[in-house]
C-alpha cells in the first residue's frame, strides 16, 4: 500500500503545477499576470455544475470532468491556439496514463475514465463540461474586458460560437449582458428591502 500510496502522492503533487502555471492564451491578449490553469478549472467545476443542473445532467459527474480537464498541462502546458498548428501533442488521455501510472488502480481507474469521458464528449455530462470550459473562458474574457483590456473580443466570440447546450448559451448571454460586480449588490437590496417593511 505504501507504494501506491506514494504512486498517489505524485499525482497529487504534480496536480500542484497547476496552481502556479498560467493560462498562455491571455498573454496574446495582453494581460500580464492571467489566471492560472488551476483557478481556471476551479470555476469550470463551478460552472460546469450550474450547467448540468439546468440540462438535467450529473452535478458532481461534470464538475469531476472540469477538474480534470486540463490535468495534463503539467507536462504538455497550455499551448495557445495559435501554437496549435506548429506542434503535433500527444492525446490527453496518453498524458493521463502516464501521469497516474504509479497509483493505486482504483484510482487511475477514475481518472483515466473522468479524462477519457471528456475527450469523447458522447455524453450529457462530458457536453457539459465542455461547455463550462468555454463558458469560463468567456466569463473571464468579460471581466478582463471590465478592467480595461480591449483585446479579449475574440476570446469572447469563439468561447460563445463553441457552446452546444441552450443553457450554457443562456448563461453566456446573460454574462455578456451583466455587471461581473453585480452579485454585490444582492445582499444590500435584500437589506434595504427588509428594513422598508
Avoid at 55 to 77: F, I, K, N
Wanted: glycine share 6%; charged share 25%.
Amino acid at each position: 500500500m505504501t507504494a501506491d500510496a506514494n504512486g498517489a502522492a505524485g499525482f497529487l503533487f504534480e496536480m500542484g503545477v497547476l496552481k502556479r502555471a498560467r493560462r498562455t492564451g491571455w498573454w496574446v491578449a495582453g494581460i500580464r499576470d492571467p489566471e492560472s490553469i488551476g483557478e481556471h478549472s476551479f470555476r469550470a467545476a463551478i460552472v460546469g455544475t450550474v450547467i448540468a443542473a439546468m440540462e438535467g445532467a450529473d452535478a458532481a459527474r461534470v464538475s469531476l470532468l472540469c477538474t480534470l480537464h486540463d490535468s495534463q498541462e503539467t507536462r504538455v502546458g497550455d499551448i495557445p491556439h495559435i501554437g496549435r498548428s506548429y506542434v503535433t501533442a500527444v492525446e490527453n488521455l496518453d498524458v493521463t496514463v502516464d501521469q497516474v501510472a504509479a497509483c493505486p488502480p482504483a484510482v487511475s481507474d477514475v481518472i483515466t475514465a473522468a479524462v477519457a469521458e471528456y475527450e469523447a464528449r458522447a455524453t450529457p455530462e462530458a457536453i457539459c463540461a465542455r461547455d463550462a470550459d468555454k463558458l469560463e473562458c468567456l466569463i473571464q474574457a468579460v471581466e478582463y474586458r471590465t478592467q480595461g483590456v480591449v483585446t479579449v473580443q475574440p476570446w469572447i466570440d469563439s468561447s460563445y460560437d463553441a457552446l452546444v447546450t441552450d443553457s450554457a448559451r443562456a448563461l453566456a448571454d446573460a454574462v455578456l449582458d451583466g455587471d461581473p460586480l453585480a452579485w454585490q449588490n444582492v445582499r444590500a437590496r435584500r437589506v434595504d428591502e427588509s428594513s422598508d417593511s
